[in-house]
């Protein structure tokens, strides 16, 4: 059953603590993403990774902070450094042809709700 | 100005009605145009996506396009309740293999 697993669903951290949200993928795929989702805002993009051991920053990563140490795994670690951590959490996941400039589709995991106390 | 702009919600109409949902965007540059939809507390599934100008359908969904005007469209006919979601357009560039997302728009379709 190929897919993308996100873990756990629901996270509460007490303020000043890191965290770190796990996703999973068993598609193969090359690329993987975190994004936040705000109430009433669009997606947007914290981190990105188009290959193993190699990652960008996206749009917001100030206080966040990635690895991936393998194809299937990239992990996201909320810092105590992010002002407003509390937040929906979605990774997800595509294939990845350098060199093109052709849409491929990303699929997305189910998300992780973080409420910081 | 925002890259994507996405009409603002919530929605609410009748089962069956026809649904219109647009965004505008800023960058000629985009080149793929996608749909998603997000069901409540769950990740975005891609619904639709087109990267030339002019109209796709699938069923009861139709995505339109109109690039000289940086204006795209997501029209739902015979709207069903199942159809009740938050839609998500969003515009790909190849130039950084990114996705911008529109803010969204919560529809809900009463029985």
């Known amino acids: 059953d190929g897919g993308i697993t996100q873990s756990p669903k629901y996270l509460f951290r007490k303020e000043g603590q890191n965290v770190t949200l796990s996703c999973e993928q068993n598609l193969n795929h090359d690329a993987m993403y975190w994004y936040r989702q705000d109430p009433g805002q669009g997606l947007r993009l914290i981190y990105y990774?188009?290959?193993?051991?190699?990652?960008q920053k996206g749009d917001i990563a100030e206080g966040y902070s990635v690895s991936r140490e393998k194809k299937e795994s990239f992990p996201l670690t909320v810092t105590s450094a992010q002002k407003n951590p509390t937040a929906f959490y979605l990774c997800a996941s595509s294939i990845y042809l350098s060199g093109t400039s052709s849409y491929n589709e990303q699929f997305f995991g189910p998300g992780t709700r973080l409420t910081v106390l | 100005q925002k890259e994507v702009e996405q009409d603002p919600g919530p929605l609410s109409v009748p089962e069956g009605a026809i649904v219109s949902l647009n965004c505008t965007y800023s960058n000629s540059a985009f080149q793929y145009f996608m749909w998603y939809r997000q069901y409540s507390r769950k990740g975005p599934e891609l619904l639709m996506y087109?990267?030339?100008?002019g109209n796709k359908e699938d069923g009861r969904f139709t995505a339109q396009v109109d690039k000289s005007s940086k204006y795209i469209s997501l029209f739902i006919r015979d709207s069903q309740p199942s159809d009740s979601a938050t839609y998500l357009c969003?515009?790909?560039?190849?130039?950084?293999?990114?996705?911008?997302f529109g803010k969204g728009i919560t529809l809900s379709v009463r029985p």
């Open positions: 990774s188009q290959i193993v051991n190699d990652f």
């Open positions: 969003a515009i790909f560039t190849g130039a950084n293999s990114k996705l911008t």
């Open positions: 087109t990267y030339s100008s």
